[in-house]
Nanobody, 122 residues
Framework: QVQLVESGGGLVQPGGSLRLSCAASRNDFSIYVMGWYRQAPGKGRELVAEISKTGATNYADSAKGRFTISRDVSKNAVYLEMKNLEPEDTAVYYC????????????????WGQGTQVTVSS
């Protein structure tokens, strides 16, 4: 099984910055899409940003201009640079890796990170 390890969450004041990291435990497969989702208490999980195998990116409107997603294809890793954080950004952030092809007998599987807490508060 593929494991995604997330890090970088924490407590930050409004206007601060954080950098989230997510890396797969294996790199013997290729990716289709990697991205970041978040879920606030009492709310559904929503897309924050994603990056495809071509390098094309897609951002939620709330993230545009403040967040930047990037990748390291050699490590099957994805990062999220978050700037000018707001209290509304408070949530558990989850990394997603959508693999291309067959991995351990499973076609086009999705792997989720364990989640990392981001809290924006004074």
């Amino acid at each position: 099984q593929v494991q995604l390890v997330e890090s970088g969450g924490g407590l930050v004041q409004p206007g601060g910055s954080l950098r989230l990291s997510c890396a797969a435990s294996r790199n013997d497969f290729s990716i289709y899409v990697m991205g970041w989702y978040r879920q606030a208490p009492g709310k559904g999980r929503e897309l924050v940003a994603e990056i495809s195998k071509t390098g094309a990116t897609n951002y939620a409107d709330s993230a545009k201009g403040r967040f930047t997603i990037s990748r390291d294809v050699s490590k099957n890793a994805v990062y999220l640079e978050m700037k000018n954080l707001e209290p509304e950004d408070t949530a558990v952030y989850y990394c997603l890796l959508d693999a291309e092809g067959v991995v351990d007998g499973d076609y086009h599987p999705r792997f989720w990170g364990q989640g990392t807490q981001v809290t924006v508060s004074s």
